[in-house]
């Protein structure tokens, strides 16, 4: 099993930044894909960035040029540095660990952290 861990989540006024951290622990060798998701009110989960243990990254196009994934696989942990933040990037963030397992793939998620902008 995989534990994740999050933390950075708050209140923030448009414009401002905030960077989430989240560290696995547990059986985390072959962590292959780590990402953040975010699910506000009424909507269904969505991605928000993935990066791959060789550092590949994808994001949403709505926080391009907006958000930075990175990631520590010396220290299993992913981070997500968000600026210039809007209303609308009010959500939870969950935190998200992508293996195989037994041949099949296998998805862990975090607690999620409340992220809101205020204006």
């Known amino acids: 099993q995989v534990q994740l861990v999050e933390s950075g989540g708050g209140l923030v006024l448009v414009g401002q930044s905030l960077k989430l951290s989240c560290a696995a622990s547990?059986?985390?060798?072959?962590?292959?894909?780590m990402g953040w998701y975010r699910q506000a009110p009424g909507k269904q989960r969505e991605l928000v960035a993935d990066i791959s243990s060789g550092g590949r990254t994808n994001y949403a196009d709505s926080v391009k040029g907006r958000f930075t994934i990175s990631r520590d696989n010396a220290k299993n942990t992913v981070y997500l540095q968000m600026n210039s933040l809007k209303p609308e990037d009010t959500a939870v963030y969950f935190c998200?660990?992508?293996?195989?397992?037994?041949?099949?793939?296998?998805?862990?998620w975090g607690q999620g952290t409340q992220v809101t902008v205020s204006s």
């Open positions: 547990g059986s985390t060798f072959g962590i292959n894909y």
């Open positions: 998200n660990a992508r293996m195989m397992r037994f041949g099949a793939p296998a998805d862990y």
